[in-house]
T-cell receptor, first 113, second 117 residues
Framework: AQSVTQLDSQVPVFEEAPVELRCNYS??????LFWYVQYPNQGLQLLLKYLSGSTLVESINGFEAEFNKSQTSFHLRKPSVHISDTAEYFC???????????FGGGTRVLVKP | EAGVAQSPRYKIIEKRQSVAFWCNPI?????LYWYQQILGQGPKLLIQ????????DSQLPKDRFSAERLKGVDSTLKIQPAKLEDSAVYLC???????????????FGPGTRLTVL
């Protein structure tokens, strides 16, 4: 079975500073990788995903994540955060031949002015 | 396009009572999921439907939890009787293509926050 570890449960960061959210996964088979964002009192929204091809994937609001197979990681980064990025971020994996998303424990990002 | 709808948004009950949650997926989405999200943890899949059939319910505590999707559209999740440890947010999600969850985005509803006293 696959598992996902998000090493940081909370990340406080000042506005316009960079942020990196760490995600490591464990799986014996190929996986697809996802980052979801959950804004306060809202449902989960897909931020970006890695299925194949370029290991660097980007979202429309400035986030990017890089798939590193050798390190089994899929860290999320943004070079300059906004107050509106305050949310909880979840890394998730699914087996390439499977149908069940496995989520990490989440990282709460608090952007301070 | 309307999103995934869930009701109620909040529910407070006492232990040993029963509770039911409702989900209406995005129109045309064949696959429906129920997740349990305990405070401080990531969502955990409880059950997955494809149309009105169960694909995966391996993590559903079947002695107290039940779910149905009779007409292949909306779904209900029931807990009977509830325990203190059932306090969580219950998320419903849907996706378009059956059997291809790995490459089709799951759209999540706002969730139902259950508090068991």
């Amino acid at each position: 079975a696959q598992s996902v570890t998000q090493l940081d449960s909370q990340v406080p960061v000042f506005e316009e500073a960079p942020v990196e959210l760490r995600c490591n996964y464990s799986s014996s088979v190929s996986v697809y990788l996802f980052w979801y964002v959950q804004y306060p009192n809202q449902g989960l929204q897909l931020l970006l995903k890695y299925l194949s091809g370029s290991t660097l994937v980007e979202s429309i609001n400035g986030f990017e994540a890089e798939f590193n197979k050798s390190q089994t990681s899929f860290h999320l980064r943004k070079p300059s955060v906004h107050i509106s990025d305050t949310a909880e971020y979840f890394c998730a994996v699914i087996k390439a031949a499977g149908n069940k998303l496995t989520f990490g424990g989440g990282t709460r990002v608090l952007v301070k002015p | 396009e309307a999103g995934v709808a869930q009701s109620p948004r909040y529910k407070i009950i006492e232990k040993r009572q029963s509770v039911a949650f409702w989900c209406n997926p995005i129109s045309g989405h064949a696959t429906l999921y129920w997740y349990q999200q305990i405070l401080g943890q990531g969502p955990k899949l409880l059950i997955q439907f494809q149309n009105n059939g169960v694909v995966d319910d391996s993590q559903l505590p079947k002695d107290r939890f039940s779910a149905e999707r009779l007409k292949g559209v909306d779904s209900t999740l029931k807990i009977q009787p509830a325990k203190l440890e059932d306090s969580a947010v219950y998320l419903c999600a849907s996706s378009r293509q059956p059997g291809q969850a790995s490459i089709n985005e799951q759209f999540f509803g706002p969730g139902t926050r259950l508090t068991v006293l």
